[in-house]
């Protein structure tokens, strides 16, 4: 068998080829590398959101609840959320007012990154009508445990849903304010 002199040539420069590009490969300098990310600072360790709520008819409702947060650990964040509630309810023979205000002291750990389980405290100051009409108020603590979603919409921001089981809820108690023991909390978060 015959080989052309162009083929040998050709193979033998592949082979050279072969045998020294590991030498060359080897040479050459290493990607620079990036310096490690840095921790947040404690400035952006903050998030700050909250809720507002209205509602106009038979019965008008307007609620306010800042909330301030802090990331204590990548999983891991707490806040508070101070919230203050006005009802006017004309659907009886004479329109009653009330008006409620407390605070929410909250621990959230997310299990993924948009799955979180919540712990939550509750101071709550309210009104509740009497039979004549007249209002009295009262105080109660709750303690409140359940998961939620949260869902970034921008750099810094996200929307979360929650649904919380009240621990401290009594249903014989004809002056609760709530009407369940299961409580759904919605809001939205901007960290600056």
Do not use: C
């Not at 020294?20 to 490690?36: G, K, L």
């Not at 964040?77 to 409620?100: C, I, K, L």
């Not at 929650?162 to 919605?186: E, I, K, R």
């Amino acid at each position: 068998m015959a080989y052309s002199s162009s083929w040998v040539r050709a193979s033998l420069l592949f082979v050279l080829m072969l045998l020294i590009s590991p030498a060359v490969f080897a040479q050459t300098s290493p990607p620079p590398s990036t310096p490690p990310p840095q921790p947040p600072s404690v400035k952006d360790k903050f998030f700050f959101g909250g809720g507002l709520g209205l509602s106009f008819g038979d019965v008008d409702y307007v609620e306010i609840a800042p909330l301030v947060g802090y990331r204590f650990h990548p999983k891991m964040d707490g806040g508070v959320q101070p919230f203050y509630r006005w009802v006017n309810d004309s659907r009886y023979a004479e329109d009653v007012t009330t008006a409620d205000y407390g605070v929410d002291l909250f621990v959230r750990y997310f299990v993924v990154p948009t799955i979180f389980v919540q712990g939550e405290y509750e101071f709550l100051n309210y009104e509740y009508v009497l039979p004549t009409f007249q209002t009295e108020r009262s105080t109660t603590n709750s303690f409140l445990a359940g998961g939620g979603f949260s869902q970034p919409i921008g750099k810094g921001a996200g929307f979360f849903v929650s649904l919380l089981y009240n621990f401290s809820y009594d249903s014989s108690d004809p002056t609760s304010p709530y009407g369940d023991a299961w409580q759904v909390q919605a809001g939205v978060t901007a960290g600056f």
